[in-house]
């Protein structure tokens, strides 16, 4: 499996903890954009040209197989099914990445789906692309569901900005990471990394408008991951 960065291989670590844990998350946000020759490579060996597609059809794998790692050579099988639509315990939602909305009529159709027993599988696992165009009746439809979520139900909301989310879905989901930031380059090495003013984003987060002290936070978390890895 082609693995772009360290933010990606650490994204592939966390989601094996949490199966291996068994804390596995009710909603994930794959969130990131990659560069085309990315796009290619993965296509190439994944049959998706989204890393976030890529990851949240390996992590739905995995849970079906019962498997701790992602992105094993036992998960073909299963992987094509899904990519194809052919496996009953994975259901997509906004598959034309075309159409401008996902409207409330599909996520309803979702909703009802996810509280029926699974049919092959230990788990069933929604995945929706694009998520960034759920309507507001959607979104509100779907952050009910999380408040009260099926059992052995996971929901994995594929997206470039998770800030194009209803705050309150992103406060439920576990976010998945798996492009660095735009323009926030972090060097290579530890001992290299500049530290952000954690004490000055803290104390000043009152009067900091709010998109200025949330890129702080989104920096300071990446730094943190990227340590973290390393």
């Known amino acids: 499996m082609f693995l772009a960065n360290n933010t990606q291989k650490l994204a592939v670590r966390i989601l094996e903890a949490h199966i291996r844990e068994g804390r596995v998350a009710s909603s994930y946000i794959f969130s990131g954009r990659q560069e085309a020759g990315e796009m290619a490579e993965m296509a190439s060996e994944t049959g998706s040209s989204d890393i976030k597609e890529a990851f949240a059809v390996a992590f739905a794998c ?117 492009m660095p930031m735009a323009g926030q380059t972090v060097p290579a090495g530890v001992s290299s990394m500049k530290e952000p003013p954690i004490r000055e984003i803290f104390e000043n987060c009152g009067t900091l408008p709010r998109n200025e002290f949330k890129q702080k936070l989104d920096y300071l978390m990446l730094v943190s991951r990227e340590k973290v890895y390393q």
């Open 62 to 178: 995995a849970l079906e197989n019962g498997d701790k790692k992602l992105f094993t050579s036992g998960d073909s099988a299963i992987s094509q099914r899904i990519l194809k639509h052919a496996y009953p315990d994975v259901r997509w939602a906004g598959e034309d990445a075309t159409e401008r909305s996902i409207k409330i009529e599909a996520i309803r159709d979702v909703i009802q789906w996810a509280y029926l027993k699974p049919y092959e599988g230990a788990w069933k696992v929604c995945i929706v692309r694009k998520a960034e165009r759920l309507t507001e009746e959607a979104a509100n439809a779907f952050l009910k569901t999380l408040e009260e979520p099926p059992k052995q139900t996971v929901f994995c909301l594929l997206v470039e900005n998770k800030g194009h989310l209803l705050e309150t879905i992103q406060s439920r989901s576990f976010e998945i990471r798996l």
